[in-house]
């Protein structure tokens, strides 16, 4: 069956860094887009970063560009998130996406917590 099984996330002083990996199982994971969403406490789920199926192309929230950093292992099934200058604002919980045509799978998704 498909499966997004996200980790990396954690608690991490505001300056940190941190890298989250969503390992893919179950579909054609070279086929399909993938993107980093994230939901704090009483907000709605927003868009952090995307990347093309090949790994050609990415897109950033403004409020993560020139931090963030998404890259993909199509040989690993693997997505990553690398976050640096991590702020308390970026505290949420982490979700991976695939995505192709109007196909969509969703992780369960990874607490981040920037606190001092």
């Known amino acids: 069956q498909v499966q997004l099984v996200e980790s990396g996330g954690g608690l991490v002083q505001p300056g940190g860094s941190l890298r989250l990996s969503c390992a893919a199982s179950?579909?054609?994971?070279?086929?399909?887009?993938m993107s980093w969403y994230r939901q704090a406490p009483g907000k709605e789920r927003e868009l952090v970063a995307g990347i093309t199926s090949a790994g050609g192309s990415t897109d950033y929230a403004d409020s993560v560009k020139g931090r963030f950093t998404i890259s993909r292992d199509n040989a690993k099934n693997t997505v990553y998130l690398q976050m640096n200058s991590l702020k308390p604002e970026d505290t949420a919980v982490y979700y991976c996406?695939?995505?192709?045509?109007?196909?969509?799978?969703w992780g369960q998704g990874t607490q981040v917590t920037v606190s001092s």
């Open positions: 996406n695939a995505k192709r045509t109007v196909v969509v799978y």
């Open positions: 179950g579909f054609p994971f070279s086929t399909y887009a």
